[in-house]
């Protein structure tokens, strides 16, 4: 009879027993999953496939937003700039040839008021519209334009003099005064046109007007095209306001606003949104937000897109789990017949579901990265920005998470399909 006195710790020596059979009964059971997984590899590797797909995708569309507001938080940055009026919202326009659409009137005259006040820097009134660009008359490209004051110490100059003098068109508002006729572009729109400092180009908001319009090239700049994050050409807010055809109400797409370093930036914000209360004025934070919030519903797409691959990746692996247990039955029946528990077996698949969710994750990340920076290169030639697909930390661990939960979850429905080992001796 089986000595079951009690030890010293408290335990019996059955307990004791069970408890150093323990670790050895967890190889067991991880050696038969195992090795029924690689005796089914086929049907294994297509669920473990089901399981990367959907952690790629989670990791991809996590890495693009979260590259999204990096990279837009950084371009307002570097415009070096604290507050933005603009209209209610920013939309396109296909009026004047296309750009943003201009909801800010009389913008020279606000500018002015607005950089007259003791805690403002500078205000600047900017347009953003399209313009047709050649070095022939007869063959003319569309290439945004930003329009902007002056050179100013916000606009960096790559090569070249840049603007000089001053606004001659703008002639207090008259708009009557002489074209400067002084161009920046940036290296894509150079290259594209094979352009150097000194070269005529054709510009204008309508192919007539461009035909009779001719500007030089002064400088090349990566200020807008790197804001923008496409190939631009800048010149003058008035001129761009006379080629596009807004110059009539003075419409521009936004006052850039700086203010003095010794100014609380909030403080001036209230101030300037209560003397202007038909516009909006926000931070670089406000504004990245707000440009984001029109964009709400690609972010909500990208999420429905995350939650079909994860919901595609468990259905496809609680398919193919739940087919193996299937189509294994006879040898589960003899795995009960020969003494082992269907706990046990139901741990086995238990494991199985975690192996395949585990090789999933793995195999997910080790694709995240390479299809990342191809993302980021062809991003880069469409868009014009580099770095907007991360992989972040934080969506890898996330995706590892659900990884092992949908190889949990189809371990689980398989489980529910295991034979009754009992059945196995009926009729025998």
Known sequence: MADRRPRRDGRSRDEAGRLRSLPR???AIVGLAWGDLTYASGRSLLAVFGVA????????LGGASAGVLDTGAQQFEQADRDLWLTGEAIGLTVAGGGGFEATVHDSHDLAAEIEARDDVSTAAPMAFQTLYVGTESD???TVVATGVPGGGSAISIADGEGFSGPDTHYADGAYDGPLSGQLLVDEATADRFDLEVGDDVYLGGSLSTARQTRYEVVGTSETFSSFLGTATVTLRTSELQTLSGTAGTDAATMIAITVDDDADVAAVREDLQAAHPEYAIRTNEEQLEAVIGHQTAIFVGAGLLAGVAVLTGAALTATLLSLHVYLRRETFRTLGAIGIS???????????????GLGGWLIGIALAYP??????ALVARIVGYEGLVTVPSIAISASGVIALGLGTLAATIAVWRLPDPASSTQGG
């Not at 797909?53 to 991809?60: G, K, S």
């Not at 299809?371 to 980021?376: D, I």
Request: no cysteine; net charge positive.
């Open 25 to 27: 009964r967890l190889r």
């Open 53 to 60: 797909l959907a952690v790629l995708t989670l990791v991809l």
């Open 139 to 141: 063959e003319l490209e």
């Open 342 to 356: 269907r706990r046990t077996i139901a741990g086995m698949v238990m494991v199985q579901g975690g192996l395949i």
């Open 371 to 376: 299809a990342a920076s191809g993302l980021n």
